[in-house]
């Protein structure tokens, strides 16, 4: 036998993994190989040096972070009729939310006031199934699925606050505030259609997202409130959106056009 | 496995799965400290284990429901937070490819003023990171955790033989990653 094949014996040898025959043909094979013996000695040394390597333990922001985020009430699941659902499962699809979970007239997951979210991340591979998922259980249903359902990737949530309804059983008002991976700030605003929209502005153009106008108003230093932020307003199924955010007009216009 | 998994009770899964918040804790407060060493240990970086332990929690809070088998909890735990150290490794990876070598020198340099002990954790810890992160994960789970080749593969996916074939190369490539790396921080 090689002393390559060896190798894979000594691995094994370690872990004990050896049929007695085979271990015998090993022990006897290191008594003559000087090399063999030099493997198994850099063998051991790796388990050694690895078993060696520092541990930490988390920081307390992560307890608190997954705490507040379980502790919400869970959304409570039913199955939709197929003829309701229809009309909400496209939404539901856009914004990653699972059809069962949708209920018409479902009540807010969390009251109006500004949800703790310390830390909550989208996923790194960029689906942000992590973050639409959080905001499912914060807004419940309804209020998730005014969201847009493109987030950046891995996009933070800095702050989500829902604000009261303008009449009883009518849509929450949505603030969500997302600091982005590559440092780009994103912040979607969601109100009623009677709410007043921005006044004329001149510096304004209208931009067309998936056939509608939207009006967009490019960042201005000139300008206190728009100093660092782009912002494309305009409306989606009786509901008016605002997305000020530093980046560019085609990443916004993408993520209102997921808006449905 | 790595630890004595009897401090939690039996149905503490089973509450947790019902939504009880408290059970829930319970588990993050037995698993979290040894996921997050984990994490460190193949990421090389705390912060980022970190956000794997929140996003680990937060995936098994939403997906408890598809653990089949309670006993399983650690393995299941395992898996889902090695999936997301593989998927921070690999963007990194995409990032870094054209700055280690470069860095490599630089850091070396400066390694030679630190304690040894210091020294040489980093050593280890940059060896383990010219594995690739399954190879690097087989070596930690088996000599930092303490896992069996059986349990190994549960986290892993794969069978008992993938796993003893995958230590036998994470064995000769750490070995040869570490002399590598010893020999550039004498030069």
């Known amino acids: 036998m090689s002393c390559a094949r060896y190798r894979d014996l000594i691995s094994r040898f370690l872990d004990d993994a050896l049929a007695p025959r085979e271990r015998q043909q090993l022990l006897a094979h290191l008594e003559q190989c000087a090399d063999c013996a030099a493997t198994l000695a850099r063998y051991r040394q790796a388990g050694v040096l690895v078993g060696r390597l520092p541990e930490g333990e988390p920081a307390p922001r992560v307890r608190q972070a997954v705490l507040a985020n379980i502790s919400r009430p869970a959304v409570v699941r039913r199955r939709v009729p197929a003829a309701v659902a229809t009309g909400v499962m496209a939404t539901a699809l856009a914004v990653g939310v699972a059809a069962s979970a949708l209920a018409p007239g479902h009540p807010a997951a969390v009251p109006p006031g500004t949800a703790a979210t310390p830390g909550v991340k989208a996923d790194s591979e960029g689906d942000n199934q992590v973050l639409i998922d959080f905001l499912r259980r914060s807004l419940g249903p309804a209020e998730a699925a005014a969201l847009p359902g ?70 201005n230093p000139g300008s206190a409130r728009e100093a660092a932020s782009n912002v494309l307003a305009g409306e989606v199924n009786g509901r008016r959106y605002e997305l000020e955010s530093t980046l560019p007009l085609a990443d916004l216009v993408r993520i209102a056009e997921s808006i449905r | 496995m790595g630890e004595d998994a009897a401090a939690l009770p039996a149905d503490v899964v089973a509450r947790a799965r019902r939504g009880e918040a408290a059970a829930f804790a319970a588990i ?30 937060l995936q098994a809070w939403l997906s408890l429901g598809q653990l089949r088998d309670d006993e399983r909890l650690e393995a299941w735990l395992y898996r889902i ?37 210091v020294a ?25 955790d303490g896992f069996s080749c059986e349990e190994i593969g549960e986290v892993l996916g794969i069978s008992t033989q993938a796993v003893w074939t995958r230590l036998s190369r994470a064995r000769a490539a750490f070995a040869e990653a570490y002399r590598r790396e010893a020999q550039g921080l004498r030069q």
Do not use: M
């Open chain 2, 120 to 144: 040489e954790r980093d050593l280890v810890a940059r060896a383990l990171r010219r594995l690739s992160p399954g190879l690097a994960a087989c070596l930690i789970l088996r000599h930092a």
């Open chain 2, 28 to 57: 993050y407060d037995r698993y979290s400290r040894p996921l997050h060493a984990y994490a460190y240990r193949l990421l090389g970086s705390a912060a980022a284990a970190d956000d794997v332990v929140q996003d680990t929690f």
């Open chain 2, 81 to 117: 937070a090695s999936n997301r150290c593989f998927s921070v490794l690999r963007r990194k990876r995409l990032l870094s490819l054209f700055s280690l070598d470069r860095l490599r020198g630089a850091e070396a340099r400066h390694e030679r003023n630190d304690q040894e002990g």
């Open chain 1, 150 to 219: 493109y987030l950046p990737r891995g996009a933070r949530v800095e702050r989500l606050s829902l604000g009261r309804p303008a009449q009883a059983g009518g849509p929450y008002e949505v603030d969500l505030d997302l600091r982005l991976e590559d440092g780009n700030r994103l912040v979607v605003r969601q109100r009623a259609s009677e709410a007043k929209a921005a006044g004329p502005t001149p510096a304004a153009r209208t931009v067309l997202v998936g056939g509608r106008e939207w009006r967009y108003l490019p960042r």
